[in-house]
């Protein structure tokens, strides 16, 4: 199996701060995090701590699927590491950086996902784009 790495990048009119809180608030990273148009967010679940799990579980036409993982790193407002998966498609962890700098007033966002299998690389990058997009209309 080949991995590859998928880069996102999206400016915020937030802080660093909000923008980061928002990704580790369950009331409002479940309308951005793996919240598809069609589907509905059913739960979120987040221990906000290094070694926590997080699970987002986002119906669509019936069906639950689970985004599943552990939080590596939180360093506030700088960097949020967290691991992923989502067993109903691969069981794999692979891992998510989400680095944060200050812009102006606002903020910029690069996620990096780290051991992507060549099969998922497309999906993937557009699916963390459409992510953050919807995070940019929640968080600013």
């Known amino acids: 199996m080949t991995t590859r790495t998928v880069t996102v990048t999206r400016r915020f009119n937030v802080t660093p701060e909000q923008l980061f809180d ?5 009331a409002i990273a479940g309308r951005f995090m793996f919240a598809t148009p069609t589907g509905e967010m059913v739960r979120v679940d987040i221990e906000a701590k290094v070694g926590g799990a997080y699970t987002f579980v986002d119906r669509r036409d019936g069906e639950d699927i ?3 993982g552990q939080i590596l ?5 700088h960097r949020l590491t967290f691991q992923f998966a989502v067993p109903k498609y691969d069981p794999t962890n692979t891992t998510v950086r989400l680095d944060i700098t200050a812009d102006g007033i606002g903020s910029v966002l690069t996620l990096t996902h780290e051991g992507v299998d060549d099969a998922y690389l497309e999906q993937t ?7 953050l997009e919807n ?6």
């Open 125 to 131: 990058g557009k699916g963390w784009a459409m992510i």
């Open 22 to 26: 928002a990704f580790l608030d369950p």
């Open 73 to 77: 790193e939180l360093d506030r407002p």
């Open 135 to 140: 995070a940019v209309q929640v968080v600013g």
């Open 66 to 68: 689970e985004h599943v």
